[in-house]
Nanobody
Framework: QVQLVESGGGLVQAGGSLRLSCAAS????????MGWFRQAPGKEREFVAA????????YYVDSVKGRFTISRDNAKNTVYLQMNSLRHEDSFVYYC???????????????????WGQGTQVTVSA
């Protein structure tokens, strides 16, 4: 059974940093792309960042480019999201996700991800 467990969320002041982690288990982690999405109450979940199976390809939504960095450690079955220069508008529940298949995938397409974590809250005080 595939499990994704996020950690690292919390409360931070604007301009601060957080690093989210997502530990995966239940299948060969290094075969699959990983993504981070975020959602506010009552709003649709939105794409934040994604990384290919080898870590060689990364993708970001424009609003986080230059501030957030996605990375992965295949030896530790973990994907990270380093978030710097945080803004109040970055306050969301953040979810990690694993692609459904080991082939090509669309980084920002939620339906291409078959497994999701439970989410971790990030709150940035203004």
């Amino acid at each position: 059974q595939v499990q994704l467990v996020e950690s690292g969320g919390g409360l931070v002041q604007a301009g601060g940093s957080l690093r989210l982690s997502c530990a995966a288990s239940g299948r060969t982690f290094s075969w699959y792309a990983m993504g981070w999405f975020r959602q506010a109450p009552g709003k649709e979940r939105e794409f934040v960042a994604a990384i290919g199976w080898s870590g060689g390809s990364t993708y970001y939504v424009d609003s986080v480019k230059g501030r957030f960095t996605i990375s992965r450690d295949n030896a530790k079955n973990t994907v990270y999201l380093q978030m710097n220069s945080l803004r109040h508008e970055d306050s969301f529940v953040y979810y990690c996700a694993s692609s459904s298949s080991g082939g090509s995938w669309h980084a920002g397409l939620q339906s291409d991800y078959g497994y999701w974590g439970q989410g971790t809250q990030v709150t940035v005080s203004a």
